[in-house]
């Protein structure tokens, strides 16, 4: 016969037990290898898979044969909202350096009204720059990119982005500064 399992001497740590009110919880950083490449491949897969369907159509009578709607065209080439975001994954980019991301910010209110601009998401600057991940300022500049390509700023955003210099963007794994 064996011997029936003994119990651990410890309870189970508990989450709340791990932590203390005001401690920082670390927060893991992706990395993405290879991004120009898996970016193409997946492109070519996602317009190989999106030809629109027909649109539904009433059956047709018995003995009869229904003609298909002509299928709409297909977009060619990426849009700039797209072109954007690529360039944001490049090299593991997260977001410009906080002094060059409020510019990019000041950049894409010119011009607008405030009623327009509550809804464009604010940079990570200051003291939210150390005390936020790298995801999530990333995702915070996506929405700036989605925000500019629907508010007419996507070309403002396109000219500021790709005139940066590699070493004005602040990169997965870089240390805070």
Not at 1 to 9: A, V
Not at 14 to 23: H, N
Not at 86 to 114: D, I, M, S, T, Y
Request: aromatic share 8%; charged share 25%; proline share 11%.
């Amino acid at each position: 016969m064996t011997d029936p399992k003994k119990p651990d001497s410890k309870p189970p740590q508990r989450f709340a037990d791990t932590y203390y009110p005001g401690d920082p919880i670390p927060v893991p950083d992706t990395l993405e290898k290879d991004t120009d490449t898996t970016w193409a491949m997946f492109q070519e897969v996602a317009d190989k898979e999106s030809h629109r369907y027909a649109d539904t159509a009433p059956m047709a009578k018995p003995g009869e044969i229904s003609p298909l709607p002509p299928a709409a065209p297909r977009s060619a080439g990426a849009s700039l909202q797209d072109k954007l975001l690529a360039e944001l994954k490049k090299q593991n980019r997260v977001c410009p350096k906080p002094e060059l991301w409020e510019k990019f910010f000041e950049e894409l209110v010119q011009g607008k009204r405030h009623v327009e601009i509550k809804a464009l998401p604010t940079p990570m600057t200051g003291a939210a720059w150390n005390a936020t991940s790298s995801l999530a300022k990333r995702m915070t500049i996506k929405d700036q990119i989605a925000w500019a390509a629907s508010n007419g700023r996507a070309d403002a955003a396109y000219k500021f982005l790709t005139h940066l210099a590699e070493s004005d963007w602040f990169h997965i794994g870089d240390p805070t500064p």
